[in-house]
């Protein structure tokens, strides 16, 4: 009879045990897709920026080798992401090709200047700070004009803070969502074990050498559903690359690297807390109180 009930004291703790690795799995998975789009969206938003470029239109005295020479200093600068130089025969040609015919034979001359197209880094691509280099450019002895997309900008710089924002809200929620579904996971497996802690309790055990064993056990478990989440995640990273190519996922190693210490971090510090503050409750019950 007493074999019997062990085995199903046993089978009954291997149950709880797969349900919280389960639980904690499918938990983390969700935070890390979150996190997973939380990151890539800030690539994208960075690969949008980045392809925003300010002209730079040259007074017609500057000289080839003059423009060579400020061109070579501009991609030294900690804004310059690229820096392309167009004459204005080329600029004339591109034009013709927009419009559709030859303008120049209307005109007799070429109107247009020589342009250096710098494409600034993301950072650098706010109103602000782009601003701020227009007016630094306009006072260069070479440039006659600077010109670039403002209202762009601004609406760029604004969607991107509002979408941002709209992540951050979203993924906070479903963290919280996560700490909360975890540590009833926890709670649930410690509570099987609550007569336990109190006989250890009764025959002298202190606090620290009962919350320890528990505390360990939580924390394999919590590793274990890490595991079990990352590979989910793996999946998920791969199916992306191979159909959405463009955002490069799988090249993106930092960030593949920050997601997943991220999800194995959580996982230690949530099955960490959770576990010591559930066996701490049943600690500072009453043995009468078990029962309830």
Known sequence: MSSKFDSYQKRRLRSSYFSVVVSIALVLFMVGVLGLILLKSTRVANTVKEKVAMTLFLKDEVTNEKIFKFKETLKKESYAKKVLYISK?????????????????????????????IYLKADFV?????????????????????SYDK??????????????????????????????????????????????????????????????????????????????????????VFYIDKYVPSLEILKDYSALAFLGLGVLLSSFIVTWVS????????????TDQLYY
């Open 89 to 117: 025969e080329n600029a004339a040609k591109q034009y013709s090709k927009e419009i559709g015919e030859d303008f120049l034979k209307f005109l007799g001359e070429n109107p247009l200047k020589n342009g250096i197209d």
């Open 275 to 286: 576990t010591f503050f559930a066996t701490q409750r049943f600690l500072n019950l009453q």
């Open 126 to 146: 706010t109103p602000e700070k782009m601003h701020e280099l227009e007016t630094r450019f306009l006072k260069n002895a070479f440039v006659a004009d600077v």
């Open 151 to 236: 209202p762009l900008i601004n609406l760029l710089t604004k969607n991107i803070k509002r979408i941002s924002f709209w992540i951050l809200v979203v993924s906070g929620f479903f963290a919280l969502i996560a700490i909360v579904l975890i540590n009833s996971s926890i709670r649930l497996s410690v509570y099987s074990k609550r007569f336990n802690i109190k006989t250890m309790q009764m025959v002298g055990a202190t606090k620290s050498f009962i919350r320890k064993p528990f505390i360990w056990q939580g924390i394999k478990l919590g590793i274990i559903g890490a595991f079990v989440a990352l590979i989910g995640l793996s999946i998920v």
